[in-house]
């Protein structure tokens, strides 16, 4: 399986097998790279006293399996709110931008107010441990992830329900901060909850942002997500991101919809 997605190498990073996506074997899944933009971005600048509430990732293009260099600045510093930008890049191309709002923490338990009810979400110990759809790949994202369905599955078109974890670091020798967890698992939002078939349609998304109010505490994170398609070719994937103690924040994708050009077995629209 290899010993994690990716490889310190200096200011690079090896991409190993555990990104690779389902669509093509040379090139990785949303999930891995973002984490690692916005984690290395976080770890940069640090600063104890903020919390990551939004971070936007803009899809430039697909990301190879090739050694990646990230470059980031703080955009806007500030004492309560601060934004920084990143860049990911393979060789000379740019191939994922973030945004990244960090905002200051303070004690407001007293007051605090859960924008979602918190039904009684099933835990993973009863999810189904089910496969990742066909890859054609012994290895990549769907072994380096451990994905159990308490609605829903891969194939199954409509709304989805699945807790997610990382069967692997994200960088090797590297603590696994709570943000790239909650990342890497996030840009499924739009493959598990597909109300199309995959067959003969691609719904695409050519970006990701992700809310946060807190980090997930532990190693799973469960997807609560459903995916809207209007009538012009243009859909949104809307996740409610959990963890064992509930909300954590969401997560929206807004996807490009289309009809495949040819038969195609292969992730349900993450193609880009």
């Known amino acids: ?108 338990s007293a007051v605090a107010v859960l924008a979602e009810p918190d039904n009684d979400v099933p835990g993973p110990a009863v999810g189904r441990p089910l496969d990742f759809f066909p890859t054609g790949h012994e290895i990549g994202y769907h072994t380096g992830m451990d994905a159990r369905f308490v609605r829903g599955a891969f194939l199954q078109p409509g709304p989805a329900l699945t807790w997610m974890r990382m069967q692997a670091p994200l960088v090797a020798e590297m603590d696994t901060p709570p943000l790239a967890r909650v990342l890497i698992a996030a840009d499924s939002g739009n493959g598990v909850s597909g109300e199309l078939d995959y067959r003969h349609w691609l719904f695409v998304n050519p970006e990701l942002t992700v809310h946060l109010f807190r980090l997930p505490v532990g190693e799973w994170v469960c997807l609560d997500a459903r995916t809207t398609v209007g009538d012009h070719g243009v859909g949104l994937a809307d996740t409610l991101l959990r963890d064992a103690h509930g909300p954590i924040g969401r997560g929206l994708q807004s996807l490009y919809v289309t009809p495949r050009p040819s038969p195609h077995v292969g992730d349900p629209g993450s193609e880009r």
């Open 1 to 108: 399986m290899g010993e994690a997605f990716y490889l310190p190498a200096g200011d690079s990073f090896v991409s190993t097998d555990l990104t690779r996506g389902p669509w093509d074997p040379q090139a990785q899944h949303g999930g891995p790279p973002a984490a690692l933009l916005a984690t290395e971005m976080d770890r940069r600048h640090p600063r104890a006293d903020v919390i990551v509430a939004r971070v936007t990732f803009e899809i430039l293009g697909s990301v190879p399996l090739q050694p990646l260099s990230i470059s980031s600045v703080v955009r806007r510093p500030g004492r309560s709110v601060e934004l920084l930008e990143g860049v990911l890049s393979a060789g000379e191309r740019d191939v994922l931008r973030a945004s990244m709002w960090r905002i200051r923490t303070r004690d407001t």
